[in-house]
């Protein structure tokens, strides 16, 4: 088993939906979350992170943590063309220990 | 500007020759990675290091080598390279916090690389 899963996709949205990413993970010790966006042949970018349970909200991205079932999903609301990226599952499982999903490639259609 | 760079940022090369790609970050980061991304695998960590003289195996460090002799740098080496770590390869750095642990990782531009 994966230490991340993620739907590698991919996701198509109409432009202006939500967008619903899900990730889940296997260590229940894992501490810290994070959502990066890559576009295709660039480097990562944080943007989100949570680290409680529940909800946390910046802009159009919401971040949700659920211990208790290992999920973390972002929601995109009003999804935009240039939302159009991979979307990496990242976590702390221990003090200097990461892992990554392999990610879901998100379409958004005009 | 703060940043991660990285050099080369492409490079084709032949099996066995030895070559080095540098990593540098101007942020005064502890922790410093490198990861490799290959399709349908996505990010796997290589090696890191949580300071000067301090480095340690990731999840693929086989035909790898690392140093971190300054703070700010961070060169991976493959010694004999061989096809199968044709791949784009991240460098990464990330600051200690308060408790002593790490989170959010700052990427360079990437290194695409293709061995003969």
């Known amino acids: 088993q994966k230490e991340v899963e993620q739907n590698s996709g991919p996701l198509s949205v109409p432009e202006g939906a939500i967008a619903s990413l899900n990730c889940t993970y296997s260590d229940r010790g894992s501490q810290s979350f994070f959502w990066y966006r890559q576009y295709s042949g660039k480097s990562p970018e944080l943007i989100m992170s949570?680290?409680?349970?529940g909800d946390k909200e910046d802009g159009r991205f919401t971040a949700q943590l659920n211990k208790a079932s290992q999920y973390v999903s972002l929601l995109i609301r009003d999804s935009q063309p240039s939302d159009s990226a991979t979307y990496l599952c990242h976590l702390r499982v221990s003090f200097n220990k990461f892992y990554f999903g392999s990610g879901t490639k998100l379409n958004v259609k005009p | 500007e703060a940043q991660v760079t990285q050099n080369p940022r492409y490079l084709i090369t032949v099996t066995g020759k030895k070559l080095t790609v540098t990593c540098s970050q101007n942020?005064?980061?502890?922790?410093m990675s490198w990861y490799r991304q290959d399709p349908g695998l996505g990010l796997r960590q290589i090696y890191y290091?949580?300071?000067?003289?301090?480095?340690d195996k990731g999840d693929v460090p086989e035909g790898y080598k690392v140093s971190r002799k300054e703070k700010r740098n961070f060169p991976l080496i493959l010694e004999s390279p061989s096809p199968n770590q044709t791949s784009l390869y991240f460098c990464?750095?990330?600051?200690?916090?308060?408790?002593?642990?790490?989170?959010?990782?700052?990427f360079g531009p990437g290194t695409r690389l293709t061995v003969l």
């Open positions: 290091s949580m300071n000067v003289e301090v480095t």
């Open positions: 990464a750095s990330s600051p200690r916090l308060a408790g002593g642990s790490y989170n959010e990782q700052f």
């Open positions: 942020m005064n980061h502890e922790y």
């Open positions: 949570i680290y409680s349970n």
